[in-house]
C-alpha cells in the first residue's frame, strides 16, 4: 500500500540557511501534519493542514512556515536555522472522517550545523 | 494542559516475556489514546488505538484497555520476539482537536533471545 512520502531523507544545512522539506500524503488523504522530534526526544505537533487551509497549529516557530498545494502536498519551510533545529522532522496524513487516524511518513532528518 | 507519561526505559526482556509498558495521561474529557511504534531508522507506526472508556485495541498481539477511572492505557504483549525490539509511544488525541497529537516520551524495549 501507498505510504507517506517524505523528500529529502536527510539535509544537512548550515545556521542562518534556510531548508524546504517536502511531504506527498497517502493518496485520497486530505489532511497533512507536521511534527519535529529532537533527538532523544517525543514528536511534538508543529502544523497541521485540511482542505489546503490550516487547520491547527502548534509549538511551530515564527521563523518556519507551511502550506499545502493543490495536490495535497505540503512543504515545510524553515528560515535562520539554527543549532536547535536540528532533528527529525515527521510529516502524518489522514482522511478526514476516517478516524482521523494519522499515517507517519519515513522522517526527514535535518541537521544543521 | 494535556500531556502523556510512560514508564521509563529502556526495557530488557528476553524472548518469550511478558511485556508492560505503563501509561498514564491527564487530559480534559475523554481523549483518544494511541500507541505508537518506531522501528530503528524508521518513521511512526500506529499500533493500536482506543476511542472511549473501556475499549480494548489490539494488533499483532498487543494490546491496550482505554481505563477511565485510572486514567491509564498500559500496553502489554503475552510474549515478546526480537522482532519488537523498538520505541513505544504512548499518545493521545484530545477532544477538542481534530490534530494535534500528544506523544509521551517514548519506552525503548530490547528483546534479547
Known amino acids: 500500500a501507498a505510504g507517506v512520502i517524505q523528500s529529502p531523507r536527510h539535509l544537512i544545512k548550515e545556521k542562518r540557511e534556510t531548508a524546504t522539506l517536502k511531504c506527498y500524503p497517502i493518496?485520497?488523504?486530505?489532511?497533512v501534519y507536521w511534527y519535529q522530534q529532537g533527538p532523544g526526544q517525543d514528536p511534538q505537533f508543529l502544523i497541521s493542514?485540511?482542505?489546503?487551509?490550516?487547520?491547527d497549529k502548534g509549538s511551530i516557530p515564527d521563523r518556519f512556515s507551511a502550506q499545502q498545494f493543490s495536490d495535497y502536498h505540503s512543504e515545510l519551510n524553515m528560515s535562520s536555522l539554527e543549532l536547535g533545529d536540528s532533528a527529525l522532522y515527521f510529516c502524518?496524513?489522514?482522511?478526514?472522517?476516517?478516524?482521523?487516524?494519522?499515517?507517519f511518513g519515513p522522517g526527514t532528518r535535518l541537521t544543521v550545523t | 494542559g494535556d500531556s502523556v507519561t510512560q514508564m521509563e526505559g529502556p526495557v530488557t526482556l528476553s524472548e518469550e516475556a511478558f511485556l508492560t509498558i505503563n501509561c498514564t495521561y491527564t487530559?480534559?474529557?475523554?481523549?483518544?489514546l494511541f500507541w505508537y511504534v518506531q522501528y530503528p531508522g524508521e518513521g511512526l507506526q500506529l499500533l493500536l488505538k482506543?476511542?472511549?472508556?473501556?475499549d480494548k485495541g489490539s494488533n499483532k498481539g498487543f494490546e491496550a484497555t482505554y481505563r477511565k477511572e485510572t486514567t491509564s492505557f498500559h500496553l502489554e504483549k503475552g510474549s515478546v520476539q526480537v522482532s519488537d525490539s523498538a520505541v513505544y509511544f504512548c499518545?493521545?488525541?484530545?477532544?477538542?482537536?481534530?490534530?494535534?497529537?500528544?506523544f509521551g516520551p517514548g519506552t525503548s524495549l530490547s528483546v534479547i533471545p
Open positions: 499518545a493521545l488525541r484530545p477532544k477538542t482537536s481534530y490534530d494535534k497529537v500528544i
Open positions: 487530559a480534559t474529557g475523554y481523549p483518544s
Open positions: 502524518a496524513s489522514s482522511l478526514r472522517g476516517q478516524g482521523y487516524e494519522q499515517y
Open positions: 493518496p485520497r488523504h486530505d489532511t
Open positions: 493542514f485540511y482542505e489546503k487551509m490550516q487547520s
Open positions: 482506543a476511542t472511549k472508556a473501556d
